[in-house]
């Protein structure tokens, strides 16, 4: 596996807390961490910032509507027209 980060190999590790352990990838450069619970972490952050994009394109295109004063008439996550 090679790092999100520096593209360096990186190593399966076991890590250790006071309750549990487990293993995850480390990076010997940079010390990027990686385990499920990251990677399931960042896939929701990145469809939260895809939801968001498609939101301030929806708000544009209704902005864009109002100014030429007609209805907003555009679907925001299927709520229907406005």
């Known amino acids: 596996m090679k790092c999100p980060r520096c593209n360096a190999p990186m190593r399966q590790e076991r890590f250790y ?3 549990r352990h487990f293993d995850a990838w ?9 385990d499920s619970v990251v990677l399931a972490n960042r896939q929701r952050s990145l469809e939260a910032n895809e939801t968001l994009e498609e939101d301030m394109k929806v708000g544009k295109q209704c902005e864009a509507m109002l100014e030429n004063k007609e209805r907003c008439t555009v679907n925001v996550r299927g709520a229907g027209p406005r």
């Open 26 to 34: 480390q990076c010997p450069i940079c010390g990027e961490v990686v």
């Open 17 to 19: 807390d006071f309750v």
